[in-house]
């Protein structure tokens, strides 16, 4: 319910980018150089930001998770970048995170929360990207890893250390969330509130639209409003594919070699029994033998279940080795032996007691070699497709560890290099805006982002089927704004919307100061001298508000927070004008005889709480353990991570 209450803060500034916590793990394994990570103008950050008991966050640390962060929602929003960042308050917000995670850690350590081994394993081991090709967790892959980001696995470990050992002093506080009748009935009676009032639009096309601007007027809009024609920074990628249809030739299989397979798989083109088998598993014997007792009495085993609270599970078409893999081999090998139509059971299995019926039974009969010849060179191709891909890349891997170029590695392994236009992180061309993405390049162009220039080129999978990609960063465009000659019309075009914005944002300013007190806005309008809407009546409550699924209207929810005979100004969501609105009156609710909806409050508040309760252990641990911020010093990361400090 509490949403609610979110919902009538749709301003601009409530739709500014808000940053949450992005894992510790997340940043090990996609921040670029942490041990070393050098400042925009090539020198080593170094000194303090933060002391926390007797640990240091460090320059380097700050800027590393503020450059992971904008990475990552410059891939979300291409143009974003660290300026934006700054100003939403996201570098505070990392740099809480970072003392508030080392506190938290100190603090545990101090009263016995101590991480083993193993969790850590098992953290490392769920990472997706370090599974090999079996699914299954690769040491090589993690080694590879650590090489690529130039990390320790002892620096992974701590962070990831650190993570679990906060999550579980947080954990308790974040479910502390019970809250009093007296204290929710408030809120809930807040949603019941209702208010009267008026609303009308100042639309821009209201106003003339005035001469056409002069070309010293559309120089000074431009070089006023820069950033708005700012082309966002791009990357030339080069980058060569090899993909199955590359190594096609060598994934033939030979008549030798599909005779061999054939023969190496006797028992799968043998002569097979397969059976539909109906089963159900009881926890105890005595309960087994009851349902057996009344399917032998005539009723179906589907039935027989539901009676006991139990649900029947049928296999269809099933082999004995696949059943004994589910069932057990002693349930298997008396279900195999059955005759069709007989009751099985009951037999301990590896779940319980097993009472199974066989349904079905069908004789497979025995393939020839020239029968099973389709599937066996299908299986060949694509293995020795999956080893024609692996030996490529594991000899590309092994010429980039011995410092090969990316050119180089394109001769050696005979591959198609493409260099691509500059390209922002979706993928997109700026110049081309009609062209779509291709969708298969870009984990490749992703790549390129997270490259810097100079950097080895880096192998990336671009698909399924076992193909990758060598890819390199070409260049870096930076961000700059296009050439007034090139875009001039439509600087000029916006100038004259702009000057058109402001002449109706004067007409609603007068009807604001007009509508005070007792005036009404269909009088306040009648004196501006332009022809506006008609003026639109609202009563409406909260709830019925957030009802819409699309939100609350922006004017209505200006509406209450407003007092009572105050007019206010607000700009309409498609910026295509003014809105002016007056609240005349205000209803209160009152939830005390509505307990679902007390109810429902109370739980939402208790989520609320829980996330405070939260947030004060933390402050309250960093206190425990000592903590302080130099401002000087995150200033200075501030300016460079920004380009200030260089004359930007």
């Not at 809120?187 to 209201?206: C, D, F, K, T």
């Not at 009344?294 to 078409?317: H, K, N, P, Y």
């Not at 497979?364 to 299908?378: G, H, M």
């Not at 509406?559 to 004008?577: C, I, Q, V």
Request: no cysteine; glycine share 10%; net charge positive.
């Amino acid at each position: 319910m509490l949403s609610i209450f979110r919902r009538f803060t749709n301003s601009r500034i409530g739709v500014i980018v808000t940053f949450g916590v992005l894992g510790v793990i997340a940043l090990a394994f996609a921040a670029g150089d942490v041990t070393g990570l050098r400042s925009g103008d090539g020198s080593v950050l170094s000194g303090s930001v933060a002391r926390v008991g007797d640990a240091n966050v460090t320059p380097n640390d700050l800027r590393s998770l503020a450059t992971n962060e904008i990475e990552g929602y410059r891939q979300r929003q291409p143009g974003f970048d660290a300026r934006q960042y700054v100003a939403a308050g996201g570098l505070n917000a990392a740099l809480d995170r970072l003392v508030s995670g080392l506190a938290l850690q100190q603090f545990g350590q101090g009263n016995g929360v101590v991480v083993s081994k193993r969790s850590v394993d098992g953290q490392i081991a769920s990472l997706p990207g370090l599974r090999g090709p079996t699914g299954q967790f690769d040491q090589a892959v993690y080694e590879q890893v650590l090489a690529q980001r130039r990390l320790t696995d002892a620096q992974v470990r701590g962070d990831i250390a650190r993570e679990i050992a906060a999550q579980r002093l947080i954990a308790p506080q974040q479910g502390a969330g019970f809250v009093p009748r007296q204290v929710a009935l408030p809120y809930a009676s807040l949603l019941l509130e209702r208010r009267a009032g008026e609303i009308v639009s100042v639309p821009n096309s209201a106003v003339p639209a005035g001469p056409a601007p002069t070309d010293a007027e559309v120089q000074r809009f431009y070089a006023a409003n820069r950033a708005r024609y700012t082309v966002p920074e791009r990357r030339v990628v080069r980058y060569a594919l090899m993909t199955p249809t590359q190594v096609a030739a060598q994934a033939v299989p030979s008549d030798a070699e599909v005779q061999r397979a054939f023969a190496a798989d006797q028992a799968k083109y043998a002569p097979s029994q397969r059976r539909t088998v109906a089963q159900v598993i009881v926890a105890d014997r005595a309960g087994a033998d009851a349902l057996v007792a009344a399917v032998r009495g005539g009723r179906s085993i589907a039935d027989a279940a539901r009676a006991a609270g139990l649900e029947a599970s049928t296999q269809t078409g099933v082999d004995k080795a696949a059943y004994a893999g589910t069932a057990g081999q002693p349930v298997a090998d008396a279900v195999f032996a059955a005759a069709q139509g007989s009751v099985v059971g009951p037999i301990r299995g590896t779940l319980g007691y097993v009472v199974a019926r066989v349904e079905r039974v069908e004789q497979v009969a025995a393939r020839t070699l020239a029968q099973a010849r389709p599937e066996i060179v299908a299986a060949l191709t694509k293995q020795k497709t999956a080893d024609a891909l692996n030996r490529t890349r594991d000899a590309a891997e092994d010429q980039l560890g011995n410092n090969a170029t990316f050119d180089e590695v394109v001769a050696d392994r005979k591959l198609s290099p493409v260099t691509s236009r500059p390209l922002l992180a979706n993928g997109t061309d700026p110049d081309r805006p009609a062209e779509a993405p291709v969708p298969a390049l870009l984990p490749i162009v992703q790549t390129a982002y997270s490259m810097e220039e100079g950097d080895d080129p880096q192998i990336v999978a671009t698909g399924p089927d076992g193909g990758f990609a060598l890819v390199a960063l070409g260049s870096v465009v930076q961000a700059a704004p296009r050439p007034l000659a090139q875009i001039r019309d439509r600087v000029a075009a916006d100038f004259a919307a702009d000057r058109t914005r402001t002449a109706a944002r004067r007409v609603a300013a007068q009807l604001v100061a007009r509508a005070g007190g007792a005036a009404s806005l269909g009088q306040a309008a009648a004196g501006v001298g332009v022809r506006l809407p008609a003026v639109r009546a609202v009563n409406a409550s909260r709830s019925e508000l957030a009802a819409n699924p699309r939100g609350a209207e922006p004017a209505l929810a200006l509406m209450f927070a407003m007092a009572p005979g105050t007019a206010k100004l607000l700009e309409a969501p498609d910026r295509s004008g003014w809105q002016v609105v007056k609240l005349r009156a205000i209803q209160p609710g009152n939830a005390a005889a509505n307990a679902g909806l007390i109810a429902a409050v109370r739980a939402d508040l208790g989520r609320a709480v829980g996330a405070e309760y939260a947030e004060q252990f933390a402050r309250a641990a960093r206190a425990a353990v000592g903590a302080r911020v130099d401002q000087a010093a995150v200033a200075r990361v501030r300016q460079d991570l920004t380009g200030q400090g260089r004359g930007d």
